[in-house]
């Protein structure tokens, strides 16, 4: 059987050109302006002119929920508000906006308790009445409401190739924490994850800013829906303005050097289509570019996002960044001069987050003449209009009836199928998966019986290691146990991530099965806390690794990690490789699936995955970067496993490559990319298709390849789909250096699959 599949080519921008909002978003929203009726933009006109300048500066403040607490949520306390201390600062001080820092998840109907508090003292007991905006990161689903769901983190997401997957995520997300009065996410990451070591790669979409784009794009559709003001939408945050991923060090927080071109080759493409999606909030890199830290620069911040990009919505500042411009990055003498250019660079609300320190600052700026009450008016203007789009002076709460939508059945579904669709399958030899139902399986590895590992930072807490709040979630262990029947499996974990335990008592079990199931990778962390000095996995995690391998049993490798760690001492002695990522609650049921043969796994690795720790090249490196110097077994593109790898229980053949080239390439016009797939197997599979383009010669040296677009297709045994794509102008575009996007005629190569095809483009 054989049918036609239009591929996914969703319209944007790979640079600088503007594209059309996307169907899923009203089109007074595109380019970030707000979606405002008359009525709404005379009254916050009017609260503007009432407003004092005290309360415009309280506005701009935010402060976290433990700032205005006697008691922080904990794995084993209850949070409790300070009425006195929440009245200081939401009356005296008139802050604008509180978000979720240190504190735990909280019950669904608690968390409705208490910003159902904090709202009626904003509105009832504040000159003007104007509500509170709460904020929070549900970066991976609810991740802060006990109860609600999680998905896979966005770099697992990301594998699956499927931006439907990544939608669906920002819908369940958002009405799961809707629900319990957040009307604020700040998520999805939308920075482009380019050093493999970096803490947070793991929040990203992978390496290729167009993969970033599309993804995070799909994300902000899912949360924003098509009504901000509904019970099931919240405002999207684009973060972290911008190059966040491209740190030298790979290090949380330190700086990234780079050129206008790279800028905007690589980095701005998912912020470009975040804004054209309608994203109604930014959040600034809390580091420096070129020794530029970003919360300071008007030329990002102002010229750039608003001027260039055309973002209309609120930029805010991530932790404690205004006052770092002092006392990490040292380009103010005070806290004043700190907020003084963090103001005029264009911040709108300060993550401040302890104190209301902020709002006097403002105040005394303007009062001095340093800032203009215009300046100010400016972002005060901006935070009443997302607070209005919101629909929070109207309603601050949804009706109780939104919580029946947290932790529905469908959504943990949803979960599931997003983690069995994102695994990828590294290698299989000799088709050693899937095990006969039968099998004898020894599980081991510090990553087996851990639940903590599968969900990853942002789990319940900041760090997610709280083992406590993990309960009821399964591990790959359970998952194994479940498949194969208790009897058939036993377990020892060999060592911990860091330390051995008993690898002689694993060894003993191993030869007693009929294969292995090794479980490596690493707890979760994020920001600071995750930083490392080696990529490599730890020494006794690779002893474990050799000892399994020395048994003769065949070894199915499992890597849980946060990044892709360093495998290359044992890597060639497994005979399978998953690799999971962080897949989320149901993550270890999808690992056993594959392991069953009831999934077939269909993801590709949205990331190079390194050989050694000093070749860290990304896949669309530059031709010299290829070069390995006489012949040497090291250096040049050499990974372990290339970005887009993953491997299927089935096959796929791919002919008929057809390309349509127009006699000129310019605006309007395509190239019309057709190809035929056939899964040539005996089981159903999917298959991504990915289309890649390089240009032979260019002014500015080329990449060697660039992905530009790509589609999932299912088909079962014998049949056929054939799918086509339109390229356009930017497909063949480059930067130049007046970081422009230019087109320059000559040869190209477009690849699909296995097959290539060069074509001559004129001007």
Not at 146 to 157: E, R, S, Y
Not at 380 to 409: N, W, Y
Request: contains cysteine.
């Amino acid at each position: 059987m054989k049918h036609p599949i239009r591929a996914f080519r969703p319209l944007i921008a790979v640079a600088c050109s503007v594209l059309g909002a996307s169907p899923a978003v009203d089109a007074a929203q595109s380019g970030g302006s707000p979606d405002l009726t008359p009525d709404q933009k005379q009254r916050i006109e009017q609260l503007i002119e009432q407003m004092t300048l005290e309360e415009k500066a309280g506005q701009m403040t935010q402060v976290t929920l433990g700032a205005v607490s006697s008691r922080q949520q904990t794995e084993t306390e209850r949070h409790e508000l300070d009425v006195e201390k929440a009245r200081r600062a939401i009356v005296d001080v008139g802050v604008g906006s509180i978000l979720n820092g240190a504190e735990g998840a909280m019950d669904a109907t608690y968390w409705r308790e208490v910003i159902g508090s904090l709202q009626k003292m904003a509105v009832e007991d504040t000159r003007l009445g104007i509500p509170l905006i709460y904020g929070v990161d549900s970066v991976h689903g609810a991740n802060y409401v006990n109860g609600g769901v999680i998905f896979p983190h966005n770099l697992t997401l990301a594998a699956s190739f499927e931006p439907e997957l990544a939608r669906q995520a920002g819908e369940i997300t958002a009405a799961e924490t809707r629900a319990v009065g957040i009307p604020w996410n700040f998520a999805p990451v939308c920075d482009v994850g380019r050093a493999p070591a970096w803490s947070r790669i793991f929040e990203t979409f992978g390496e290729d800013p167009y993969l970033c784009a599309v993804m995070s794009r799909a994300a902000i559709e899912g949360m924003q829906g098509t009504d901000l003001s509904g019970p099931t939408s919240v405002a999207a945050t684009a973060k972290h303005f911008l190059a966040y991923g491209g740190a030298a060090t790979g290090r949380d927080r330190t700086p990234t050097y780079v050129g206008d071109v790279q800028l905007y080759d690589i980095y701005v493409p998912p912020f470009r289509a975040a804004v054209e999606a309608g994203v109604r909030s930014v959040m600034v890199n809390s580091s420096e570019i070129n020794g530029v830290p970003v919360h300071g620069s008007h030329r990002l911040l102002t010229e750039l996002l608003r001027d260039e990009l055309g973002f209309g919505g609120v930029i805010v500042t991530d932790w404690e960044d205004v006052y770092r411009l002092h006392t990490r990055h040292r380009i103010a003498r005070d806290e004043r001069e700190a907020v003084e250019l963090a103001v005029k660079a264009g911040v709108d609300v300060s993550m401040v987050p302890y104190d209301t320190r902020f709002a006097d600052h403002v105040v005394a700026l303007v009062n001095d003449g340093r800032l203009s009450e215009a300046r100010i008016d400016e972002s005060v203007r901006r935070i009443l209009e997302l607070k209005a789009e919101l629909g929070l002076f109207e309603r601050t709460i949804p009706d109780a009836s939104a919580m029946d939508a947290i932790g529905s059945q469908a959504s943990r579904d949803a979960s599931l199928e997003a983690a069995r669709r994102s695994i990828v399958m590294l290698r299989n030899r000799d088709a050693v998966l899937p095990l006969a139902n039968t099998a004898k399986v020894f599980v081991t590895g510090p990553a087996a019986d851990d639940a903590v590992s599968l969900h990853g930072a942002w789990s319940y807490a900041w760090q997610g290691t709280e083992a406590g709040r993990y309960p009821e979630s399964p591990t790959v262990l359970d998952a194994v146990r479940e498949a194969f029947g208790s009897a058939n499996v036993t377990f020892e974990p060999g060592v911990a991530y860091n330390r051995d335990t008993d690898i002689a008592a694993a060894v003993t079990k191993a030869e007693d099965s009929d294969a292995i199931v090794l479980c490596l990778g690493e707890l979760p962390s994020t920001e600071k806390p995750g930083d490392i000095g080696d990529l490599t996995i730890g020494e006794s995690q690779r002893r474990l690794a050799a000892a399994m391998a020395a048994t003769g049993r065949p070894v199915i490798l499992v890597l849980i990690e946060n990044r892709p760690r360093i495998i290359s001492a044992f890597a060639d002695d497994m005979d399978a490789i998953l690799w999971a990522g962080h897949p989320g609650p149901y993550g270890a049921q999808a690992i056993a699936e594959i392991m069953t043969g009831k999934t077939n796994p269909s993801g590709r690795l949205p990331m190079t995955y390194p050989r050694s720790t000093n070749e860290l090249i990304t896949y669309d490196h530059k031709h010299i970067e290829a070069i390995a110097s006489n012949d040497a077994p090291t250096g040049g593109y050499n990974p372990l496993f290339p970005f887009f790898a993953g491997e299927s229980f089935t096959t796929f053949e791919y002919d008929d490559l057809s390309i349509s080239v127009p006699a000129v390439i310019e605006p309007g016009s395509s190239v019309d990319v057709t190809v035929t797939v056939t899964n040539t197997g005996d089981v159903a599979g999917a298959e991504t298709v990915g289309v890649f383009v390089a240009d032979h010669y260019a002014s500015i040296t080329p990449h060697v390849r660039r992905l530009r677009a790509f589609d999932k297709v299912a088909l079962g045994p014998g049949e056929s789909a054939e799918v086509s794509v339109s390229l356009d102008q930017d497909d063949f575009s480059l930067i130049g250096n007046a970081a422009k996007t230019i087109i320059e005629p000559g040869t190209f190569t477009v690849e699909v699959g296995p097959l290539k095809k060069d074509i001559e483009l004129s001007k």
